[in-house]
């Protein structure tokens, strides 16, 4: 038997739907452009060291690196004197004939070729600081001096090539092996607070300094499976490639600094006070609030002094990418532990007093939620501590420890937008301890691999932040996100193709990194949490991805496969067009057609029926339907049901349904053809609302798979038993749609500058 249900499907496929246009002529061929084709053309071949579906392959490897420092710092100077053992260990299955070390300070020499790297002539405004620098000096010498490259006491050949150092072993270095060398080394530090360099120093208004020490001494390249030795230069954009090893760090500085970093302090009985390290084992049991380490006053008084005597800091770290440090006599300092199933971890805060009162009442909360948060998305932090360091317009991340921006008025008073920037900083930079400091990949190459999927926990945190601190938000609803939403990535999408870069595009080659590497990625992974896969989906597959390779170097194809792998939802068209290409997201309703239940033969119908053979509609039963602009409609289809039009349908109901049957058979009073288009090039989830004309609305989603066999213009049939009134396309602004004007039938009017008046003054 028959069921109705079907024969309205067949009825509705003949007579709404679009047919087939004959050909007349004979047409040229085309390669596949289906925006839903894999991505074999794109991808990297799976092989032995990372597989198909994701994950790292049976024979993946990576090399390693120790480092043994004993660091100098020269407050009197501003310079950095050090001297390293490195152990390099050769997992690869090649023979390796030389080293790569990078020597990232070159790239602030004053003959540095990154200094020209781009164009442009006068422009019309400037700081006093960056004018002074770009036209009124001759720029700061802040290379690596590299005084010798030893092997077993003995000089090393070596040749240096701008931000990296060729080191000649006297013999290959065989797969399995070990080679052991050692360079001594100084640079003079830079002011951070010129040009925002990443590392180098800031000086208070006692005259005091707080150094923030990254990028301080020689460090391995990576070599891999994917591009051999990771030698591209440092540029500035693209940030770094690191392997993991072990460190033992010695750092001396004045006896009245404070000073943390990267590891474990191993000799903290020496170098904090008697009261300090009391607190700090008070830290150590504070699970709920900060405990202050060294307060305010003491770090006040202990500025005003000068010590002309030195300590040394003992730190190891096992298992990281860098080491980096801070030091100060003018840091005050708190903590807190952080309970995880293994191991407690310790939050810490290190600022001046220009910091406070915002630092000491945000900075340690804003660590714990972001280990907090990222935890539970991705692994339990294996560290033994995290660290946020006050610097004056600094945000940048190393192992265990980051530099971070946000500084109250002089006289203690503070915006909601500093307090934002700076509780979404530290967010952004702790989070960083993830990706890419644990889930390490290449920055050098990828910078979206790290800002964008860090960007995206950023959004994630933020949220839950100001849920466990709402009075850190005030009256907002939510916490103010800058990135993450889809509507504020719009305006960069639908902006100039001339300076629109693809996300995968290495980090120097783009005009705007922010959007490029930060936002664009953010917002595409927030949209594939929220619309396209579900937060169930995305999360399993997210966390899989994370646990896959943390303490390994992945690549973009790596995640994308593995998203899909854990999912088991094709995102081949989504990465090819949030990723791979600049174009965007637009789709709007095009038609809203009524159509009307008949038994008179129409000429649509007609001509459908020839197509499958059928030359007298007399000889089957059908029911055509008609719209308001057909020369076949009859106004006094109007106002009646279907089956009040079709006798044809009241029969077949009659004739196949039994009394109960038919009782439970739905008439629809209504016949919509809703025609969507799609002028962006983005193939997204159709999201639609309803609204009818008793008030009631529905939201229905159709995949994005709609697009697959038209990329331009899908429709769907509706019936219903309510006349529709309103349809709308995104209505909560999900998928960064760049054009909001055609999401709406009836087309929304525009409104004129008078009538825009006329509704601020309503509202």
Not at 395 to 401: A, F, L, Q, S
Request: hydrophobic share 35%.
């Amino acid at each position: 038997m028959i069921r109705f249900k079907y024969a309205l499907c067949a009825m509705l496929f003949l007579c709404v739907s679009v047919g087939y246009a004959q050909e007349e002529e004979r047409q040229g061929g085309h390669e596949n452009e289906n925006k839903f084709r894999q991505l074999y053309n794109e991808m990297s071949t799976p092989n032995s060291y990372r597989t198909a579906s994701g994950a790292p392959g049976h024979e993946y490897y990576q090399n390693e690196a120790d480092y043994k420092m004993s660091i100098q710092l020269d407050d009197a100077s501003q310079r950095i004197t050090g001297y390293e053992t490195i152990t390099y260990r050769n997992n690869s299955p090649d023979d390796l004939e030389y080293l790569w070390v990078q020597l990232d300070q070159n790239i602030r020499a004053q003959d540095s070729p990154a200094k020209d790297k781009n164009g442009g002539g006068v422009g019309a405004v400037s700081q006093p600081g960056s004018f002074v620098s770009s036209y009124m000096t001759e720029g700061f010498d802040g290379g690596f001096n590299v005084n010798s490259v030893t092997y077993n006491g003995k000089p090393l050949k070596h040749t240096i090539n701008f931000t990296m150092m060729r080191v000649d072993m006297p013999e290959v270095l065989k797969s399995g092996d070990s080679f052991e060398f050692s360079i001594q080394w100084d640079y003079n530090i830079p002011d951070h607070t010129v040009n925002r360099a990443r590392s180098g120093y800031e000086t208070y208004k006692d005259g005091n300094k707080g150094y923030i020490i990254a990028q301080f001494f020689p460090r391995m390249a990576v070599y891999n499976d994917v591009e051999g030795w990771q030698n591209y230069q440092f540029w500035g954009n693209g940030e770094f490639a690191l392997p993991f090893g072990d460190y033992e760090v010695d750092i001396t500085v004045p006896a009245d600094h404070l000073l943390d970093g990267t590891g474990e302090i191993t000799n903290l009985k020496e170098v904090y006070s008697k009261e300090e390290y009391k607190r700090w084992e008070n830290a150590t049991k504070s699970f709920n609030a900060p405990v202050i380490i060294r307060t305010q006053a003491e770090a006040e008084q202990i500025a005003a002094g000068n010590s002309t005597k030195t300590k040394t800091w003992k730190l190891k770290a096992k298992n990281v990418r860098d080491f980096a440090f801070t030091s100060s006599r003018r840091y005050i300092m708190d903590a807190q532990a952080v309970r995880f199933p293994e191991r407690n971890v310790m939050a810490i805060s290190i600022y001046p007093p220009e910091g406070n009162p915002l630092w000491e009442e945000y900075s340690t909360k804003a660590v714990v939620q972001t280990l907090e948060t990222y935890s539970k998305f991705t692994f339990d932090y294996p560290y033994p501590k995290a660290i946020s360091v006050h610097a004056q317009g600094q945000g940048m991340e190393y192992p265990m420890i980051c530099w971070n921006y946000g500084r109250p008025n002089e006289d203690g008073t503070y915006s909601d937008r500093t307090k934002y920037g700076m509780i979404s900083v530290i967010i952004h930079e702790v989070g960083h301890n993830y990706f890419p400091m644990i889930v390490n990949s290449d920055e050098r190459q990828w910078g979206w691999m790290d800002e964008g999927l860090d960007t995206f926990m950023q959004y994630l945190t933020e949220q839950e932040f100001g849920e466990n601190f709402p009075e850190a938000i005030g009256d907002n609803k939510a916490y103010p996100s800058r990135r993450g939403a889809p509507s504020r990535i719009v305006n960069y999408m639908k902006g100039n193709q001339d300076f629109i870069s693809p996300i995968m595009s290495n980090p120097e080659n783009v005009y705007q990194l922010g959007n490029n590497a930060y936002g664009k990625p953010a917002t595409a992974l927030n949209i594939l949490r929220e619309t396209v896969m579900g937060r169930e989906l995305f999360d399993h597959a997210f966390k899989t991805y994370a646990q896959r390779w943390m303490f390994k170097h992945p690549t973009p194809e790596d995640f994308f496969r593995t998203m899909e792998d854990a999912s088991a939802v094709d995102l081949d068209w989504y990465w090819r067009g949030w990723f791979y290409s600049t174009e965007s997201v637009d789709i709007g309703v095009k038609e809203v057609k009524s159509y009307y239940v008949t038994d008179k033969v129409t000429k649509a119908g007609k001509e459908r029926l020839a197509r499958f053979g059928i030359t007298d509609p007399s000889t089957i039963d059908a029911v055509y339907v008609v719209d308001e602009d057909s020369e076949d409609f009859d106004p006094a289809l109007k106002g009646k049901s279907m089956l009040e039009n079709s006798e044809t349908l009241k029969e077949y109901l009659m004739d196949n349904f039994t009394p109960e049957e038919r009782a439970a058979i739905k008439e629809p009073k209504h016949l919509y053809k809703i025609v969507f288009e799609k002028p962006g090039g983005i193939p997204m989830p159709i999201i639609v609302e309803y609204e009818y004309a008793d008030g009631t609305k529905e939201k229905v989603t159709y995949p994005a798979q709609i697009w697959r066999k038209n990329d331009s213009e899908v429709s769907k049939a509706i019936a219903s038993d309510k006349e529709i009134v309103k349809v709308t396309i995104d209505p909560d602004l999900e998928t960064a749609d760049i054009d909001t004007a055609n999401n709406s039938w009836p087309k929304a009017k525009k409104l004129g500058k008078f009538e825009k008046f006329k509704e601020n003054v309503k509202g």
